[in-house]
């Protein structure tokens, strides 16, 4: 029975782990696809970015940036673009001579299917007795002209014309052949443009804004982690009266929708003096409940003995603050950092508001990219290029400020 039973279960034993391989495969082929889905449309961004304007708006849609590839020809004063064109049923790369030329299909008046395309400046009217001779073709008569096929000359009737591109072979010019230029695709090769970066920056004061932008970012970051410490270590650590009952008054203006705000905010900075200024973006976001309540919760979490052992050691309250609470809180402080950052520097009504659309030396990004979208409405390249500089900046903080988030998430987890 023991052996039985032994057989039974090796096949269980056996298979557990390709299962276990397949389980791991298929999640992480699902996490792959969702995370390409998510990342897509900034790779679009970064490599439209990089294009020339009229890559762009090539079709279909290519994702890297590309050019088109030019050649140097003999008998030609500038380099000629290549395009792959079909010639005696062979696709071969040529060089586009000449953008525009007329041609007519013609055909003999007894063989309408025989036709030859041929351009317009090289046929002449068929001469006949009283003038240009003529064919009856489908009991309609038409003109006559003398085309040239295979070194003679033979009579035929134009069927239609239209306009196509002269192709030149550019290692022998003398091998040319006519084809569509719209239907020959182009001969590109990849390619990168990081000047459109230089170009944003210098269009429309976009260096500028992007250092306004910097620094009420680290202005509004710094006062928002300062002001938060100060509360959150009050409101947690010192008794006063009506403490809780002013801690609960300050927390409930979380509540308070901005658009309540934004009209006697604005009356306030009439009054003060500070509209269209940079000291308007920075005072009143530098005071924040949020921060406060997070940074009073954090605190809580230490034990007060730590606290009460520093006092007893001489240790004066600031002391305490920036020596035992300000070190264990770097994982809070981080996580708050990176919200305010991402605030600030996203912001975008309340600078709609306060500042001057024509005030471009008080400018932040997300104004000057407001005007450039309008400026530069047919250049997508360089709308692309200004919102990457707008967001690359946040990207590279929160990928380096991660393992902060893991490391407050962990500790909130354990202390819970």
Not at 1 to 13: A, D
Not at 228 to 239: D, H, I, K, N, Q
Request: charged share 15%; aromatic share 10%; glycine share 6%.
């Amino acid at each position: 029975m023991t052996h039985t039973t032994e057989m039974v279960r090796q096949p269980v034993h056996r298979s557990h782990p390709l299962r276990k391989a397949i389980a791991y495969t298929a999640a992480y082929t699902a996490l792959l696809l969702f995370g390409f889905v998510v990342i897509f449309p900034f790779l679009v961004m970064v490599f439209t970015s990089l294009k020339e304007p009229a890559d762009t708006f090539s079709y279909p849609p290519r994702l890297l940036p590309r050019e088109a590839v030019t050649v140097e020809v003999p008998g030609f004063d500038k380099p000629l673009p290549l395009y792959t064109v079909e010639v005696d049923g062979v696709q071969r790369q040529m060089a586009l001579a000449v953008t525009t030329v007329r041609v007519g299909v013609f055909a003999p008046p007894d063989n309408l299917a025989a036709t030859v395309t041929v351009p317009l400046d090289e046929v002449t009217p068929t001469r006949g007795a009283d003038g240009q001779a003529m064919a009856v073709v489908d009991g309609q008569p038409q003109p006559l002209f003398d085309v040239s096929v295979n070194g003679g000359t033979v009579p035929m009737v134009r069927l239609s014309q239209t306009a196509l591109g002269r192709f030149v072979d550019p290692e022998n010019p003398q091998v040319t052949a006519l084809a569509n230029v719209r239907l020959s695709p182009p001969v590109t090769r990849i390619t990168w443009h990081p000047e459109n970066y230089r170009q944003v920056l210098e269009l429309n004061g976009m260096g500028r804004a992007l250092i306004n932008t910097t620094l009420v970012t680290l202005m509004v970051v710094i006062g928002q982690l300062t002001t938060s410490v100060l509360g959150g270590y009050a409101f947690a650590r010192l008794r006063f009266p009506g403490r809780d009952t002013l801690f609960l008054l300050y927390l409930g203006t979380i509540m308070i929708p901005f658009v309540v705000l934004i009209m006697p905010l604005y009356q306030l900075m009439v009054l003060i003096g500070w509209t269209d200024r940079l000291a308007s973006l920075i005072i009143p976001w530098v005071f924040t409940a949020y921060g406060t309540f997070l940074m009073r919760q954090f605190f809580l979490t230490i034990p007060r003995e730590i606290e009460e052992a520093a006092l007893i050691d001489g240790s004066s309250r600031l002391q305490i603050l920036t020596r035992i609470f300000i070190p264990a809180a770097t994982p809070a402080l981080a996580t708050l950092a990176t919200f305010t950052f991402l605030y600030a520097w996203n912001s975008f009504f309340w600078p709609l508001v306060i500042i001057n659309t024509g005030n471009t030396d008080n400018h932040v990004l997300t104004l000057a990219l407001n005007v450039l979208r309008g400026r530069a409405a047919d250049s997508p390249n360089l709308v692309l290029a200004g919102a990457a500089i707008s967001v690359l900046p946040p990207m590279v903080l929160f990928v380096l400020a991660q393992r902060f988030f893991i490391e407050s998430a962990t500790s909130s987890a354990v202390k819970g």
